[in-house]
């Protein structure tokens, strides 16, 4: 004969059977309502995704055009700044030098512009970063200031046999330092080389131009001002190249030019 805890055991799972069927009736007489409030907020994510993506596609339509009219504007700027260069240092010896850090891409444009505007290049010089020992105990003042007398002679950096000593010296600098080259004692002993080297030249009356990136991490704006050397902080930009090559030919007020804080003015007037 079955024991209590059979009869027991066999009440729960009629209650459990019951309570199952009471959920499952109830689920299936509102089936209806939970499908219409379901198919509502359906509609209205779908209508919100919607609104989203004609938002998305309607900014990146104007960024479009944005970039559209700003390639057009750099495409007549370019050709106002050919215009404006062009011719302007026919027979004028240039030394093109690199700071160690130096943007490449600037570097050729500059190049570019330089043979657009007419002048013979005597050298082209990449400097490397200043040795703080040496073999022969030289400081990198006096490492630089060496190289700065190098390049006023009558060869290139390259060993290319070039027409004559330099009328004018381009010194594109700043550019973005690596880490291991980024401290503030590394970039100080730089900069001082850099003066003595700018110095030799002043020394020498050639006319120093310097220049550097808009984007450069590191700028030398202040330090061009305080030697008193005219300066662009845009040479990787049509307008700048530009100013640069009428601050090199002497037909321009000397000043900063360009687009950063330090700048004087965006742009020399331009001479007739």
Known sequence: MPDLRYHVVSLISVFLALAI??????AMADNGVLDE????????????????????????ERIDTLEERAN???????????AVISGRLEGTNVALVLGPYADEGTAEALQNALALSGASLTSVTKLDPPKLTTSDSSTPEEQYAEEAARILGPYGSTGDVLSAEPDAVVFLGGGDP???????????????????????????????????????GRSQIQQYNDLGVPSVDNADRPAGRAALVLLAAGIAADGAYGTKKTASDPFPPVPG
Request: proline content about 2%; charged content about 25%; hydrophobic content about 40%.
């Open 178 to 216: 690596p880490p291991e080259g980024a401290s503030g004692e590394i970039l100080n002993v730089l900069s001082s080389a850099e003066t003595a080297m700018f110095r030799v030249w002043q020394g020498a009356r050639v006319r120093v131009v310097g220049a550097e990136s808009s984007g450069d």
């Open 37 to 60: 409030q379901l198919g509502a907020q359906v509609s209205d994510i779908r209508a919100d995704l919607d609104g989203q993506r004609a938002r998305i596609a309607e900014k990146d």
């Open 72 to 82: 057009e504007d750099d495409a007549m700027l370019a050709g106002v700044s050919e």
């Open 21 to 26: 069927g009471v959920l499952l009736g109830i």
